[in-house]
């Protein structure tokens, strides 16, 4: 699922490839210097007389590194190529902003076809999707290794990367560059889905909240519209995840938790325990009942 | 053999007396006394016991990180306490152990090895070490006050500036830091000045030991690159307490900055690390086999190559950063081709054992097993240097699996061979044989038990610097197999601790002496003054080449058998030939080197919990110790002194050939290297934010008549400089001294007010250090200005108190001649620093 091993598109596949190479290449030259050592210190007198030689010496240390090393920098140069050409005309594109903890996702270039949502990417098999990568904070890693190696979001830089799935799938990916408290939990997913239910996916998230069928009173005497957005009701705030489909994601807190209307109620009330330093605070006073009501509603938000 | 070779420079018997003079001169105190003691080898020995404490301390964070990351969702520790952990880990093992226990092998052994019996600057060394004792104790005692820092070892900024990491905590980081700079430049100054200079008589550069050679090539990294990290803790302690934004994005700033300061110094540092290291493998290997060296010259060439090399290396820490592909490419080959150079002396080192019978002894053990670590180390290394490779394993354990198998394989198994192959010199029992083993084969075992399921876990997709992990992600089984192989790891290293206590009885004049049958000079018949009689060396091996050698230089049959002054000597000889020329007159034991150390630490503690005035008054009783001790040198030129074979030296020389001078050369050099960093930073920022440099010549630039009188006045402050030198050579009568004193205090004026005209210059237009990083970098070039300038103030009126006490004239000159050779440097970094401020902005508008 977070695998370099088990690729699921071309770039990842074409490091796996040269991976599995560069390490057989290794445990063969492993072997030939333990043989070596072996010989060297228990070996007959000739072969102890060749590894003596300057000549051997030369051959070995200098001249099969160098050749060796060579074809791997041309391999990996090619690989490196392929990598930082410039986008394809028809990929997908989507800006992903690192913050502490966790990812805000921003679809589309026309305003009547924008919409943000948070922590989980979904794109179309077999297409070229092209990532904008920009952090708000400090410096964090965007990593799906199922598909493609990491770039880093430093603030002040626009960073791309690349991302193309040749099935449809679910691939889990992590924060890879230290960002403090609990980085450890900052993950996400991407999912890869057939073109049609990619289509369908992007028309559902494009329309606003349907007009809940429970209660959504405590979310806004909670003041919960002050961080977070619903679109279609007047909870606007950005300073938090976009909520408006939540309850479509896989997940919650960045992948911390999965959805559902238990984990929903689990986390209003003790994220803090649950990824301690985040910046939602625990909202342990509400009553049962509340946070009941706020996890149905929350949970009717697909 | 000795019919053909002329006689030895002295003959017996020796007088009476002599012997018991040369040990009371060189005796160490007693007691409490202990503390103001210099001699190399009971520095060394403090030094590596320090070191090898917080190896221990380091070890101990690493075992409750692994027991932390045992199983998934484990709760031994909390977050913000693994964060703390996982960065002192590395920061303790990199800065207060790696760099300091080579180092310290290298005071230890050096002198001995050299020929020589002592180093240069003994209260240095001493200095060094107990500001790196005090202030890395107290740095490590900042996990017990939650005040650790936790922005990783290499502490990246944002995330360590004050915005994100608001408290204390990082600023401990700097302070920690802050104390293994001064001890490796003063190590690194010790270590050049005693290899070029104090050899014994006919060691040429290529009959010296490896590890010597190592230990320069050590030395000199050190020099160019420590000051690149020097520079990035100041940006990011101005930008810390006074916010200027040499790393915030929206004024201007890059964190790439610091990472390229940073690993500019970081990738040379890891060869720093592993370099002495390999040079001692160099040593042990042809004992252990009893033959010479194979392509010792082949090696000498590797070792100044991955010197070279590992400059050019640093950006391959970067990789994902979003660099444009022909950075990438270089930095990719260069990577590459830096494993040439180590993959020569791995050749060279199996070619030695082919030549000879190897030994299968402990220090043979972990050499051994320093081969199989290190090389597989070395081939992830070449994998990670793969970009599309580095891009998936960067920042994950794969990472963590690479750099441990190099550096424990790499640097701790060549420690440990060198530990139990040397103590026999210094030790009154050697170590045990069978202890020995058991601790190799449990470290061996823990080693690839602990760190090669972590090239697994990275694979499977594990970033590093987590405290928790969830089930089910294919990371549980390795994590628990490289818990396991940790405490494996430790235990080993338990065995050999319980060795040392058993074992390890440290004497400089009662060891047990030469087990192995080693050819070089350490292993001669020491007492606490190193050698009897300095030898004449013929061979890389002298005591293979002249069996009788180690009885000749016991009986006082080479050089300086006894003391001439009554006080401690050694021979300075010239830095190519290695021809004796002239007398060190060795300094000894004192107070003065102890307290400037531990009021220097205290005024850094003090300063990073803020309070400053107490800091200050540190600060102040520092320096004066430091006055103090340094009012005890140049001692002035007295009667030649009789060293053997008729020849008589001069104990005291003046200008380039002065040991004094050296030292005074490689400070130089590591301000140049610092002023670089920031000629660097200001090129490099104005690249990519060319929107905060000015952009009109009316724009924030003071008018150039500003530049143009300061720049006269740095001139005028070496013509200065020029004219106290003239008048110094001249002597003589009182208005001779009146004209060196008052030139000289013109000079410290003179550069004192170009320094003050250049903060007005800029302040008088209105441009402050906190509104952009174009600003604060303008300033920053002030205040490193400035420290040199403080520094040559505070030289320029030592050396005028000189003068007006009769310690200084034509003859007794060493200090003036130091005072002057970092006044000009300091003309030459004010004029360079006044063009790229004032002239660089108005060529690109």
Same mark, same amino acid.
């Given at each position: ?43 007959? %007198? *000739?072969?102890? #007389?060749?590894?003596?030689? +300057? ?11 160098? &050749? !060796? ?98 099935? %449809? *799938?679910?691939? #889990?990916?992590?924060?890879? +560059? ?11 997913? &991407? !999912? ?111 | ?845």
């Amino acid at each position: 699922m977070q695998s370099v091993l088990a690729p699921h598109g071309p770039e990842a596949a074409a490091v796996a490839r040269l991976g599995w190479a560069m390490f057989a290449g290794g445990a063969l030259i492993c072997l030939a210097l333990v043989v070596l050592v072996f010989l060297a210190i228990r070996g007959g %007198a *000739g072969s102890r #007389r060749v590894i003596a030689s +300057e000549r051997f010496l030369i051959w070995s240390g200098i001249f099969v590194p160098v &050749v !060796v090393l060579a074809g791997l920098l041309s391999w990996g140069l090619v690989l490196t190529g392929a990598r930082i050409a410039p986008p394809s005309p028809g990929a997908l594109q989507i800006e992903v902003i690192g913050e502490q903890w966790w990812w805000r996702v921003r679809y589309g270039t026309e305003a009547a076809q924008k919409f943000e949502t948070a922590n989980e990417l979904r794109i179309p098999v077999g297409r070229d999707v092209e990532l904008t990568l920009v952090s708000r904070d400090v410096i964090h890693s965007f990593w799906v290794p199922s598909l493609a190696g990491k770039v880093d979001m430093i603030p002040g830089m626009t960073n791309r990367l690349r991302l193309h799935a040749t099935e %449809a *799938g679910i691939f #889990r990916g992590q924060c890879a +560059e230290y960002c403090g408290g609990p980085h450890a939990l900052m993950s996400f997913h &991407v !999912v890869a889905l057939e073109v049609d239910a990619f289509e369908a996916w992007l028309a559902a998230q494009r329309r606003p909240a349907e007009a809940p069928a429970t209660d959504q009173s405590v979310f806004f005497s909670t003041g919960c519209h002050g961080c977070h957005t619903v679109r279609g009701t007047n909870a606007v705030g950005t300073i938090g995840p976009d909520l408006t489909h939540v309850a479509g994601r896989l997940s919650l807190g960045a992948a911390t938790l999965p959805t559902g209307a238990v984990n929903f109620g689990r986390w209003v009330r003790e994220n803090q325990h649950l990824k301690p330093g985040n910046r939602m605070p625990s909202f342990g006073f509400l009553s049962a009942g509340e946070v009941d009501r706020l996890a149905t509603y929350l949970d009717g938000l697909k | 053999m000795t019919e053909k070779r002329s006689p030895l420079p002295n003959r017996l018997p020796r007088p009476k007396g002599e012997l018991a003079l040369l040990e009371k001169a060189w005796k160490v105190p007693e007691g409490w006394r202990l503390l103001t003691a210099v001699n190399n080898t009971y520095i060394g020995v403090f030094y590596i016991g320090a070191a090898l404490l917080f190896f221990i301390l380091a070890g101990v964070l690493a075992l409750v990180m692994r027991l932390q990351l045992a199983v998934p969702g484990n709760e031994i520790v909390g977050q913000g306490t693994y964060n703390q952990l996982f960065t002192m880990h590395g920061t303790v093992m990199m800065f207060l152990f790696a760099v300091p226990v080579v180092e310290a092998i290298g005071v230890m052994l050096l002198p001995q090895m050299l020929g020589a019996r002592d180093l240069p600057f003994p209260r240095l060394s001493a200095f060094a070490f107990w500001a790196y004792l005090v202030g890395g104790l107290f740095f490590f005692s900042s996990l017990f006050m939650g005040l650790a820092p936790d922005g990783g070892w290499f502490m990246y900024p944002p995330l360590t500036s004050s915005r994100y990491s608001p408290g204390d905590n990082s600023d401990f980081w700097l302070l920690g830091i802050g104390f293994i700079e001064i001890s490796a430049i003063a190590g690194a100054i010790e270590i050049i000045v005693g290899i070029m200079r104090t050899r014994a008589p006919g060691m040429t550069l290529d009959k010296m030991p490896i590890f010597a050679w190592a230990m320069l090539v050590f030395a000199g990294m050190i020099v160019f690159a420590f000051p690149a990290v020097i520079l990035a803790t100041m940006l990011l302690e101005l930008e810390r307490s006074f916010q200027w934004p040499f790393f915030i994005a929206d004024k201007g700033g890059d964190p790439l900055l610091w990472q390229h300061l940073f690993w500019f110094f970081g990738h040379p540092e890891v060869y720093i690390i592993f370099l002495p290291a390999a040079g001692m493998v160099s040593m042990i290997v042809p004992t252990m086999t009893g033959v010479p060296l194979v392509g010792y010259r082949l090696i000498v060439v590797a070792l100044v190559a991955t010197g070279f090399f590992s400059f050019g290396l640093w950006v391959h820490h970067m990789f994902t950063t979003g660099i444009p592909g022909l950075s990438l490419a270089f930095f990719s080959a260069a990577s590459m081709v830096v494993t040439i150079p180590s993959a020569m002396q791995v050749f060279s080192w199996i070619a030695t054992m082919a030549s000879g019978r190897l030994r299968l002894t402990v220090p043979s053990l972990f050499v051994l097993g320093f081969l199989a670590v290190f090389v597989i180390g070395g081939l992830t290394g070449v994998m990670v240097a793969m970009v599309p490779f580095d891009w998936q394993v960067h920042d994950t354990y794969f990472i963590v699996a690479h750099l441990h198998y190099v550096l424990y394989g790499g640097m701790v198994f060549p420690l440990f061979a060198a530990l139990y192959y040397w103590a026999p010199a210094f030790s009154k029992r050697r170590l045990s044989e069978t202890l020995g083993r058991w601790s190799f084969a449990l470290q061996f075992i823990g080693v690839n038990l602990a760190y090669f399921p972590m090239h697994f876990a990275g694979l499977a997709g594990m970033p590093r610097r987590v405290y928790t992990y969830p089930a089910g992600l294919g990371w549980d089984l390795p994590n628990l197999l490289s818990t396991v192989g940790a405490f494996i790891i430790a235990l080993g290293v338990l065995l050999c601790l319980v060795d040392l206590a058993r074992n390890f009885r440290f004497s400089a004049s009662d060891a047990v002496g030469d087990v192995w049958k080693a050819g070089t000079l350490e292993w001669l018949p020491n007492g606490i003054y190193g050698p009897r009689s300095i030898p004449i060396v013929e061979d890389r091996e002298p005591l293979w080449y002249r069996p009788t050698l180690a009885d000749e230089v016991e009986e006082g049959r080479y050089f300086l058998p006894g003391t001439k002054t009554g006080g401690r000597e050694t021979l300075v000889t010239t830095p190519f030939d290695a021809a004796p020329d002239y007398v060190l007159l060795v300094p000894g034991p004192s107070w003065r080197s102890f307290w400037a150390a531990i009021f220097m630490a205290a005024f850094f503690l003090l300063l990073t919990v803020k309070l400053v005035v107490p800091a200050m008054a540190c600060g102040v009783l520092s320096l004066g110790f430091v006055v103090a001790w340094l009012w005890q040198t140049d001692p002035g030129p007295g009667p030649k002194l009789a060293i053997g074979a008729g020849i008589r030296l001069p104990s005291y020389r003046t200008g380039s050939s002065s040991h004094s001078w050296w030292a005074m050369i490689v400070l130089v050099l590591v301000a140049a290297s610092l002023f670089v960093a920031l000629a660097f930073s200001y090129f490099y920022i104005w690249s990519v934010s060319p929107q905060v440099w000015p952009q009109a010549a009316s724009d924030r630039l003071p008018d150039l008549s500003w530049a143009a009188t300061t720049a006269v006045i740095l001139v005028a402050g070496s013509i200065a400089l020029l004219f106290a030198d003239w008048a110094l050579k001249r002597g003589g009568t009182g208005a001779g001294r009146w004209a060196l004193r008052a030139t000289l205090l013109l000079a410290v004026a003179a550069l004192g007010t170009a320094c003050f005209l250049e903060f007005c210059a800029q302040w008088q237009v209105g441009l402050r250090p906190a509104d952009s990083s174009y600003a604060a970098l303008v300033y920053t070039f002030t205040v490193v200005q400035g420290q040199l300038v403080a520094a040559f103030i505070l030289m320029g009126l030592y050396t005028i108190a000189r003068s007006m006490t009769g310690k200084l004239n034509a003859a007794r000159r060493v200090t003036f001649d130091n005072t002057k050779c970092l006044g000009h440097y300091a003309v030459a970094q004010g004029l360079v620093g006044l063009f790229i401020v004032h002239v660089s902005p108005r060529l690109a508008l």
